[in-house]
């Protein structure tokens, strides 16, 4: 069974930085992570849950919510099997549960999240 465990998540000052990082496991060789492409979700309180990045499973293209173009980079380790999301010049209004998310064919998987809050 698919695992995805977040973290890195905490309290961070306006115009900081923080990473997330995302360990995936139980992936098989007919089903190996590289195939899954690769997303960061958020859900802010109040909220409903919002895409933020995404990634194809060999890394080579990359996209963003236009909130968090040029502040935000995802990226992934094929081969530790991880996911990152390097966020810069964080806003009060980033502050969200951030989730990890697989999906390939029919198949997707959910991380529980970690909390990031943005606050003086």
């Known amino acids: 069974q698919v695992l995805l465990v977040e973290s890195g998540g905490g309290l961070v000052q306006p115009g900081g930085s923080v990473r997330l990082s995302c360990a995936a496991s139980?992936?098989?060789?007919?089903?190996?992570?590289?195939?899954?492409?690769m997303s960061w979700y958020r859900q802010a309180p109040g909220k409903e849950r919002e895409w933020v990045a995404g990634?194809?499973?060999?890394?080579?293209?990359?996209k963003y919510a236009n909130s968090v173009e040029g502040r935000f980079t995802i990226s992934r380790d094929n081969v530790k099997k991880m996911l990152y999301l390097q966020m810069d010049s964080l806003r009060s209004e980033d502050t969200a549960v951030y989730y990890c998310?697989?999906?390939?064919?029919?198949?997707?998987?959910w991380g529980q999240g970690t909390q990031v809050i943005v606050s003086s």
């Open positions: 998310y697989a999906t390939w064919t029919s198949r997707e998987f």
């Open positions: 139980g992936f098989t060789v007919r089903s190996p992570f590289s195939n899954f492409a």
């Open positions: 990634i194809i499973g060999n890394g080579r293209a990359t």
